[in-house]
C-alpha cells in the first residue's frame, strides 16, 4: 500500500470515528443544556416561593434598589435617596429595601448621613440588606480588564442581593447592568434602571482607535499597534454583552442628552428610555446672597467631586498653578487666589488619590493655596460655595454634572469641561444669556479663569444672575415628578 494509500485509509478511519461519536457528543450537549434549564427553573422557583412568603409575611410589595455605595456623597447617592423619597410620598402601601455593601455601619448612621450630607430625610425607615462581597466590584481587584471583571464581580454580588432578598420590582440606581437579566429571569422580578454613565461608550471606543492616552488608557497600550487592536475588539465585545444586559430593563432612565445618545445606541430600547435630569438641591443655595465682588482681598475657586480619577483633579491644581504663575509674571490682578477641593473619599483608593494630590501640590508649590475637604458636612459646603468666586469642573465626558448645577444655584461663575452633560445640558445660553465658560486643556482653563476674574463685577454679577435663574429645571421637584412619571406604568404592575 503506497504512502497515499495509507493516508486515505487514515482519514477515513477518523472520520468514522468521528461519526460515531458525533451522537453521543449532541445527546451529551443536549442532556447537559436540559440539566441547566432544570436547574435554571428550580432555582427560579425557590427564588419566588422566597418572595412569595415574603409577600404573605409583609402583606405588601417591595422595591428595592441595588446602590453598594449608598453611604457615599456623590450625586448618584443624591439620586437614591430622592428617588426613595418620592416614592415613599406616593406609594404609602410600599416598602423599600437597599441593597447596601458598606459594612461597619448601621441603616440610621446611613440615613443620618444622607440627611447631613444632601439636606434629605426620608418620611420613613427603609430595610437595608447588607452585602458582604463588595470587593467583587472594587476596581482595585482588577488591575487589568477592569470593566469585564467589575461586571462579572457585579453578577456575584447581585447574586447574593437577590438569594438575601427577593423584591417584586428591582431598580439598578449605580450602573450595574449585568445584575439586571439576573432579577428578571431567575427573580422574576420587574427591573428598571437609572443610568447616571453608560460602562462603556462610543467615546471609549473612539479613544483606543485614535491611541489617545486617557487614565483608563495608559501610555503603554497607547504605545502599541497590537495592544490598541485588542483592546478595541474587547471593548466591541464588550459593548454588545452591555447591550444586551441592558436591554433586559422593563424601564430606563437616563440623566442627560450625552448618556441617552449612549444608551440608545448601545442598548437600542427608545421606547423604554426616558431622560430626567438628577435632582440638584438648588433651593439650599438660593439664600447665598447675589452682589458685586469687586473689593474681594482672596478670590476662591471651589471643586466639587469626587475624588476619582475621571474627575481629573490633576487638571485642576495644573491650571491653577499656570494662573499663578502668569499672575506673579504680572498678567493679572493683585487679588490673592486659592483653590478649594470639595469631595468624598469611597474608600482607601480614594484616600490614596488624595495623597499623590497633595503630593503633586507640593512638586508645583502651590500647597499653601490648595485646600482639601473631605467628606463635608452640607453646611460646611454650603459656607464653601458662598466665598466662592468661580466654580471649577475638569471631567471629561461628565455624563450630567450634579456639581456644575450646585455652583451655578449658588451664584459662582461655573467654568465647566467642554463635552458631556455640562456642554449639552447645562452651561447653555439661558434667556439669549450667557451661564458660564467651558474648556478642555490646562492652557484653556488657565485663560478662562484670567478671563472670569478679570471680568467687570457687575458683568461678573450678571453672568452669576444667568447661571443661578438657568438651573431651575434641575430641581428636587423637577427630578421628583419626572421620576414618578417614569415610574408610575411599572409601580402599576405590582400587586396591592
Not at 406609594?91 to 455601619?105: C, H, M, R, S
Request: with cysteine.
Amino acid at each position: 500500500m503506497s504512502g497515499h494509500d495509507q493516508l486515505v485509509h487514515c482519514l477515513c478511519e477518523v472520520t468514522r470515528l468521528l461519526w460515531k461519536l458525533l451522537l453521543p457528543l449532541v445527546f451529551l450537549c443536549v442532556l447537559l443544556i436540559a440539566v441547566l434549564v432544570l436547574l435554571v427553573l428550580a432555582v427560579r422557583l425557590w427564588l419566588q416561593s422566597n418572595r412569595s412568603a415574603r409577600r404573605v409575611r409583609d402583606n405588601r410589595p417591595t422595591v428595592a434598589f441595588f446602590h453598594p455605595y449608598c453611604n457615599a456623597g456623590g450625586g448618584g447617592e443624591r439620586v437614591l435617596w430622592c428617588a426613595i423619597r418620592a416614592l415613599q410620598n406616593r406609594y404609602a402601601d410600599i416598602n423599600f429595601v437597599v441593597y447596601t455593601g458598606d459594612q461597619g455601619v448601621t441603616g440610621q448612621q446611613i440615613l443620618d448621613g444622607a440627611q447631613r450630607r444632601f439636606n434629605i430625610a426620608l418620611p420613613r425607615p427603609v430595610q437595608f440588606v447588607f452585602l458582604r462581597h463588595r470587593l467583587l466590584v472594587e476596581p482595585g481587584l482588577f488591575p487589568h480588564f477592569t470593566l469585564l471583571g467589575q461586571s462579572v464581580g457585579s453578577v456575584f454580588l447581585g447574586w447574593e442581593a437577590l438569594t438575601e432578598f427577593v423584591p417584586d420590582l428591582y431598580i439598578d440606581s449605580m450602573g450595574y447592568a449585568f445584575t439586571l437579566p439576573l432579577f428578571r429571569y431567575l427573580g422574576g422580578c420587574s427591573v428598571g434602571s437609572y443610568v447616571h454613565y453608560p460602562t462603556i461608550s462610543t467615546d471609549m471606543l473612539s479613544v483606543v482607535r485614535e491611541r489617545n492616552p486617557r487614565f483608563n488608557n495608559p501610555d503603554y497600550v497607547t504605545n502599541s499597534l497590537f495592544l490598541s487592536a485588542f483592546k478595541v475588539v474587547y471593548y466591541c465585545l464588550f459593548a454588545l454583552l452591555y447591550g444586551m444586559a441592558g436591554s433586559c430593563s422593563d424601564l430606563i432612565m437616563v440623566n442627560s442628552s450625552w448618556t441617552l445618545d449612549h444608551i440608545l445606541t448601545l442598548w437600542r430600547a427608545p421606547n423604554r428610555t426616558h431622560v430626567v435630569y438628577p435632582p440638584c438641591d438648588v433651593s439650599a443655595f438660593l439664600d447665598i446672597p447675589l452682589e458685586e465682588d469687586g473689593d474681594k482681598k482672596c478670590h476662591s475657586i471651589v471643586s466639587v467631586a469626587q475624588f476619582r480619577p475621571e474627575k481629573d483633579h490633576r487638571l485642576q491644581i495644573r491650571a491653577f498653578k499656570k494662573v499663578l504663575d502668569r499672575r506673579r509674571a504680572g498678567a493679572g490682578g493683585g487679588e490673592a487666589l486659592k483653590l478649594v477641593l470639595i469631595g468624598g473619599c469611597r474608600n482607601q483608593e480614594d484616600e490614596d488619590r488624595v495623597l499623590l494630590l497633595r503630593g503633586l501640590c507640593q512638586e508645583l508649590g502651590v500647597a499653601d493655596k490648595v485646600e482639601f475637604k473631605l467628606n463635608v458636612a452640607f453646611e460646611e459646603l454650603k459656607r464653601e460655595m458662598g466665598e466662592a468666586t468661580i466654580g471649577l469642573h475638569t471631567m471629561w465626558n461628565e455624563h450630567f454634572g450634579i456639581g456644575v448645577v450646585e455652583c451655578m444655584a449658588a451664584g459662582k461663575v461655573i467654568l465647566a469641561h467642554k463635552s458631556g452633560g455640562p456642554q449639552l445640558d447645562i452651561v447653555v445660553p439661558f434667556e439669549g444669556g450667557q451661564t458660564g465658560f467651558l474648556a478642555d486643556d490646562e492652557d484653556g482653563y488657565a485663560e478662562a479663569i484670567e478671563r472670569i476674574l478679570a471680568m467687570p463685577p457687575a458683568s461678573r454679577l450678571q453672568l452669576r444672575r444667568n447661571g443661578r435663574q438657568s438651573v431651575a429645571r434641575f430641581s428636587d421637584q423637577e427630578f421628583e415628578a419626572c421620576f414618578l412619571a417614569a415610574m408610575e406604568p411599572l409601580m402599576g404592575t405590582l400587586e396591592r
